[in-house]
């Protein structure tokens, strides 16, 4: 990697440098070099204003990536891997626009233990709203790696993450349905609501009727 014709430390750092900055094409489908179990997933869930990103698997895995995409106004920090993931390192880098990619491995091949339960968890500041979790690749003991599939947190408590938006006039609220059509008043079905305050801030949030 750094054109010296030895394989140390050094390569393995310039390699995880262009893992955090590498942008790359989603895959319409889920691509994979090796077979996990229909049952190896993330998700995610929020207790107060900690995101908790949990992950079920039948599979041994040893390295992870994912790219976290935040909604308008909401920052996250203090991130932490659990015990679970005690054996890995973790990077993160935050592309702008919301956007953290986060990188957990570890040079020796050791494992997340056991096979269900949380691995991260990071707090949230700022408005509420859904974060999409995406770009999910994990890898197993062999080198072999697997796309899981994207989901979201809905980070909708009213909890520290509206205190941004506390004692704000409301400036308007506008609908929209899934296709990102404005419409007149919430629908049937799922709508997104987004209010704008007097400050210029925004909340995006979605309503279930």
Known sequence: MNGDSKITIT???KIANLILD???EEP????STATSPASDRMSGETNGNTVCINLDNATEYTALQLDLNLPE???ANDFALTERAS???LSMKDKGHGKIRVLAYTPDLKTIKGNEGTFLTFNVDGIRGDILVDRIEV???NGESTHLPSFTIAANNPTALNEM???KAISSVNYFN???QQINEPAAGVTIVVTTYSDGSRTTSKVVH
């Open 22 to 24: 590498q942008d790359y």
């Open 11 to 13: 390569d393995v750092v």
């Open 73 to 75: 106004g909401m920052t």
């Open 165 to 167: 938006t506390s004692g």
């Open 28 to 31: 319409t489908t889920l691509r």
């Open 178 to 180: 899934l296709a990102g």
């Open 139 to 141: 890898v197993n003991l």
């Open 87 to 89: 054996n890995l390192g």
